[in-house]
C-alpha cells in the first residue's frame, strides 16, 4: 500500500530516556514533515526535509534531532526525554510546492512518565 | 507570527443540515488552503483544497475563499453523524510549503 508509515505506535517511556521514531513514504515526495499535537490538539510543525535537506526547524529543543537518510525517510531521535514531550508526534510528506497538501502517518503517542 | 484562527466548538448540529465551519489567517502569503478532518485518535486527512477566491465544491463539501478578508470556510451539507469530527483549517505558510494549522472546530453532528 502507498502510505506514510511511522513506528512506534506508542511509546511509553520514563524521564531522562532516549527515544526515537521512524517514519518512510512510498508516495515518491520529496518533502517530509515531522509535527507534533499537543494535549489540547494543536498541531505545530517541528522540522521539514526537501531531498534529505534541512528546510525548517523551528522553535524546538536541541534534545530533538530529526535525521533524513534519503528523500523516503525521516527519523526523530529525542535524548533525555522530559514530561512535557509528552504528546502525538506526526509524520507527514508531500510533493515540494505551497500547492502540495500533506499526507500525514498515523501518529506516534509518547507518553513520558 | 503567523496565525490561523478557528472557533474550537463544539459546533452542534442535527443530521442533515448545512455545518458551517469557519477559519481566518494572518499571512497574506499564504496561497493554498486546506481542510482536514481528524478523527479522535487518528491522523488528519485530507478533505478539501482551495487555491483561487470564490467556491470549491466536492460531493456534500464547498470550501470557500476570500483572500481579501483572509478568510476560508467550509460547508457540509447534508451532515451526518459520521461527520462528527474536528475540522482543521490548514493554509501554506511559506515557500517551503509547510502547512499551518488552526487548533480546529469540533463538529458533533446529532442524529
Known amino acids: 500500500d502507498t502510505a506514510v508509515s511511522q513506528t512506534p505506535k506508542y511509546l511509553v517511556t520514563q524521564m531522562g530516556n532516549d527515544k526515537s521514531i521512524k517514519c518512510e513514504q512510498n508516495l515518491g515526495h520529496d518533502t517530509m514533515y515531522w509535527y507534533k499535537q499537543d494535549s489540547k490538539k494543536f498541531l505545530k510543525i517541528m522540522f521539514s526535509?526537501?531531498?534529505?535537506?534541512?528546510?525548517i526547524n523551528e522553535t524546538v529543543p536541541n534534545r530533538f534531532s530529526p535525521k533524513s537518510p534519503d528523500k523516503a525517510h525521516l527519523n526523530l531521535h529525542i535524548n533525555s526525554l522530559e514530561l512535557g514531550d509528552s504528546a502525538v508526534y506526526f509524520c507527514?510528506?508531500?510533493?515540494?510546492?505551497?500547492?502540495?497538501?500533506?499526507?500525514f502517518g498515523n501518529g506516534t503517542r509518547l507518553t513520558v512518565t | 507570527q503567523k496565525e490561523v484562527e478557528q472557533n474550537s466548538g463544539p459546533l452542534s448540529v442535527p443530521e442533515g443540515a448545512i455545518a458551517s465551519l469557519n477559519c481566518t489567517y494572518s499571512d497574506r502569503g499564504s496561497q493554498s488552503f486546506f481542510w482536514y478532518r481528524q478523527y479522535s485518535g487518528k491522523s488528519p486527512e485530507l478533505i478539501m483544497f482551495i487555491y483561487s477566491n470564490g467556491d470549491k465544491e466536492d460531493g456534500r463539501f464547498t470550501a470557500q475563499l476570500n483572500k481579501a478578508s483572509q478568510y476560508v470556510s467550509l460547508l457540509i451539507r447534508d451532515s451526518q453523524p459520521s461527520d462528527s469530527a474536528t475540522y482543521l483549517c490548514a493554509p501554506s505558510g511559506g515557500s517551503q510549503g509547510n502547512l499551518i494549522f488552526g487548533k480546529g472546530t469540533k463538529l458533533s453532528v446529532k442524529p
Open positions: 507527514a510528506s508531500s510533493h515540494t510546492g505551497v500547492a502540495s497538501p500533506l499526507h
Open positions: 526535509y526537501n531531498n534529505k535537506e534541512l528546510i
